[in-house]
């Protein structure tokens, strides 16, 4: 199954978990929090912009050896540096405390109809196909609020941080002529095009290579979560186990687990192998990749030495920003497997429930 933020079923899932709490008892609180850290966050957006053009003048004044404009330049570096420091603490002391006080509801709200008309009880009789309901409770429930906040807010940072630097980059890369025979084509602002080519490039090549990582996770879940309920199980059942000698079937029933939990992670570590090679190589090259294409403008003496660093500065930003996919995927990857264990989980209470009442009236 392939990730994809977009796909419907998965955004209806989300959707589904996630819109009960924004709408709860509690649903001021969680709004007002949530507009106060997408404020810090713009906030953050208009610093980082605020320091790719204090570089411009930085990088100008060791060009034109200006002791008083360089000093000049480091009191304005500490003053936003400060600034930085400030809304970066508060962003995520503001997100984890939108975290568990999301999760503190989930939780409550989970348990609730977990017990409800002992469908705990019900899901053992009736449902065998839902796995550990304890570590959907206890560990998915965390991972989703986690996941849910983190990535909706790095997408939505992701996007301010995009058009920001955008206008930045096509404002200062100029127009590259390119010569075919007896005519030119001019290509306006064709930094920032490079940069789209290199992120949309990039971005596909990740899906490609990481797309197994989504099933691969979430069996990993399971396979986890089956080995440790077999360890909960043993302690819960020692002395019957004692009593009959039994400790080398339950041996060879852990090994049995184990092994799957050892064989799944050998391929989330290949998978993962070869998506580091490449995004590492990625992010690598993207470091000298701007200054390669501003190269020749800076050297034609069309730019000074402050406009070539804030343009490649500018194109690391637009980069990063674009590539948000690839920086992400495995967490996109985990958050599509919580969801869909969360969903199952949901359905199998639910349908458990309508059974016991159906029961009950027959």
Not at 327 to 338: E, G, K, N, R, T
């Amino acid at each position: 199954m392939m990730i994809n933020v977009h796909n419907r079923n998965f955004m209806q899932g989300m959707w589904q978990i996630t819109k009960a709490y924004w709408f709860s008892e509690e649903k001021w609180m969680a709004r007002a929090l949530l507009a106060v850290i997408v404020a810090l966050n713009l906030g953050q957006v208009y610093i980082l912009v605020l320091v790719n053009e204090w570089s411009n003048t930085f990088y100008n004044t060791l060009q034109n050896h200006d002791k008083d404009g360089f000093v000049s330049a480091i009191g304005t570096f500490c003053i936003l540096a400060v600034c930085h420091i400030i809304v970066a603490v508060y962003v995520l002391y503001m997100q984890q405390f939108l975290e568990i006080k999301w999760r503190r509801w989930l939780t409550e709200k989970y348990l609730q109809t977990w017990l409800h008309k002992r469908a705990y009880y019900q899901m053992q009789l009736l449902d065998n196909n839902t796995d550990n309901p304890d570590q959907r409770i206890s560990e998915d429930l965390n991972l989703f609020v986690n996941l849910t906040l983190g990535l909706s807010i790095g997408i939505l940072k992701a996007a301010v941080i995009l058009f920001s630097f955008m206008f930045i980059l096509w404002n200062l890369s100029g127009s590259l002529t390119i010569p075919i025979g007896q005519t030119e084509i001019v290509i306006p602002g064709y930094m920032f095009w490079v940069a789209i080519l290199y992120s949309v490039a990039g971005n596909w090549l990740t899906v490609k290579i990481g797309k197994p990582l989504v099933n691969l996770n979430f069996s990993q879940q399971r396979y986890e979560a089956d080995f440790r309920f077999s360890l909960i199980r043993l302690r819960e059942n020692s002395e019957s186990i004692a009593l009959y000698g039994g400790e080398v079937q339950e041996q060879a029933k852990l090994t049995e687990r184990f092994q799957m939990v050892f064989d799944n992670f050998k391929a989330v570590m290949l998978r993962q192998k070869k998506l580091t090679w490449f995004t590492s190589g990625y992010g690598q090259i993207a470091i000298i990749f701007p200054m390669v294409v501003a190269a020749p403008r800076y050297f034609s003496n069309q730019m000074q030495l402050g406009g070539f660093m804030q343009i490649s500065a500018a194109f690391g930003k637009v980069q990063d920003s674009l590539s948000f996919l690839i920086d992400s995927y495995s967490s996109l990857a985990q958050w599509q497997s919580v969801v869909k264990r969360l969903l199952g989980f949901s359905h199998a209470m639910h349908r458990v429930e309508n059974i016991a009442d159906q029961k009950v009236i027959g």
